[in-house]
């Protein structure tokens, strides 16, 4: 006879993808991939805090989810400054009783040689890509440790795991925010938070376009397309279903991993 612990349950795989209810933080939900997430979490009922250092795009995003019948508010921040993160985590608290999940997507990128890279631009980056997470992690982190129970999901990239040109300092970041993830995983997980990331492919959003056009080279992009499979951007849309997955019951011995969206990009 098999162990109670090997039994399953009925009814047991219906509810592992329910998340109807809980209430997710996404920063940089104003735009691309954020904004998607924001608005697929929505769709499957999911309170959703859209977070933007941006509030016309985040109230954008908001509108899009009211829309569709989603729940959602649309706030200020500027990941970059710990007061503002643990002001956000405090009243989301206050105001919901919990905080079920946690998206990192705000982020920037710019397109130049190493010998050319501004220092202002370098600090600018690792300052939002990589602190920015690392700031919302703690805040928000401290209040699902409380509750014993929690998602961190962190926007990372295929930069994370290799590289490219003219992105020195997008890849150190997103190198870097690969490594903290693990590293909460490791401390968080027996207080029953776990701590994932996605690693997208090159997507389709406008932060890749604007980079491109304020480079005035197409040299990242055509370097990461010439090594695709299917010589085909990513769409934002396409991200929504690890969200939904890493954010839900259905990955719960899933922590201190990078879900590859990548179109099979690093497995050649």
């Not at 905080?99 to 990128?109: K, M, P, Y």
């Not at 982190?141 to 014993?148: F, V």
């Not at 909460?184 to 376009?209: C, F, K, Q, Y």
Request: glycine residues 10%.
């Amino acid at each position: 006879m098999p162990s109670e612990e090997s039994i399953v349950p009925p009814g047991y795989a219906n509810t592992l993808f329910d998340l109807n209810g809980r209430i997710a933080v996404v920063t940089g939900g104003g735009s691309g991939l954020g904004q998607a997430i924001c608005i697929g979490y929505a769709q499957v009922g999911v309170t959703v805090i859209i977070a933007d250092i941006k509030v016309d795009a985040a109230n954008e995003t908001l509108a899009l989810i009211e829309e569709q019948g989603g729940n959602a508010v649309a706030v200020e921040l500027d990941v970059t400054k710990r007061e503002q993160c643990e002001a956000l985590a405090q009243s989301v608290k206050r105001d919901h009783g919990r905080i079920d999940i946690l998206v990192n997507s705000a982020g920037s990128a710019h397109r130049c040689s190493v010998e050319e890279f501004p220092e202002d631009r370098f600090d600018y980056i690792i300052e939002l890509n990589l602190k920015g997470t690392y700031l919302c992690c703690q805040a928000f982190g401290r209040i699902m440790l409380e509750q014993e129970k929690g998602s961190i999901i962190n926007m990372a990239s295929i930069g994370s795991v290799i590289a490219y040109p003219w992105a020195s300092a997008y890849l150190a970041s997103k190198g870097g925010v690969s490594q903290v993830t693990k590293a909460l995983a490791l401390e968080w997980r027996d207080r029953g938070v776990r701590v994932n990331g996605i690693g997208p492919t090159l997507m389709v959003t406008p932060l890749i376009s604007r980079t491109a056009a304020e480079s005035g080279s197409s040299i990242t992009a055509d370097f990461i397309v010439d090594r695709m499979i299917r010589k085909r951007r990513g769409l934002p849309k396409e991200l929504i279903g690890a969200a939904v997955f890493l954010a839900s019951d259905a990955s719960e011995l899933v922590t201190g991993h990078i879900v590859m969206c990548d179109d099979g990009y690093v497995a050649v």
